[in-house]
């Protein structure tokens, strides 16, 4: 808090009895209850200035505080928009991932059904050409044991 001219003032009114009192004190002179009464309030003064001075201290450490806060709240805000875009951006480039892995999935069935319906083909002409070659020994084999019988 500062100083108004009212403390001022007052200490003003009781510096020079301040000074009387330790003079009295200093020579070994007793103390009346005014004498007392007049350090103790010195000594408050002093005191409740001290005081003030450390308020005036927590104040403005307070507002620093409160400055560095908001600066940290902006500085975490930006990070926090920052981690968000990124964010946004591995979603697409997840989804973009995602499609392009889908193509390659129906390309494969699509060429998966190909070999499938080249192998089966394959396999129907040799079969084919197995029974045309039986059937074609077997004709042979009887006419050689018609012929030999």
């Known amino acids: 808090m500062d100083k108004t001219r009212v403390d001022d003032m007052l200490i003003e009114m009781i510096t020079p009895r301040v000074q009387e009192?330790?003079?009295k004190f200093g020579s070994g002179e007793g103390l009346t209850q005014e004498d007392i009464n007049t350090l103790l309030l010195k000594s408050q003064y002093n005191h409740i200035n001290h005081l003030d001075t450390k308020l005036n201290e927590v104040v403005a450490d307070?507002?620093?505080l409160k400055h560095?806060?908001?600066m940290l709240e902006q500085r975490v805000d930006q990070r926090f928009e920052t981690f968000e875009q990124k964010l946004e951006t591995f979603e697409q480039r997840f989804k973009t991932f995602d499609q392009r892995f889908e193509m390659?999935?129906?390309r494969f069935e699509t060429f998966e059904?190909?070999?499938d319906a080249t192998i089966q083909k394959a396999i129907n002409k040799?079969?084919?050409?197995l029974i045309g070659v039986g059937s074609f020994l077997?004709?042979?084999l009887k006419l050689i044991?018609?012929?030999s019988m």
């Open 21 to 23: 009192i330790e003079k």
């Open 62 to 64: 307070v507002a620093s």
């Open 68 to 70: 560095s806060f908001a």
């Open 104 to 106: 390659f999935e129906q």
């Open 113 to 115: 059904q190909k070999i």
């Open 126 to 129: 040799n079969m084919y050409l």
């Open 138 to 140: 077997l004709v042979v």
């Open 145 to 147: 044991d018609k012929i």
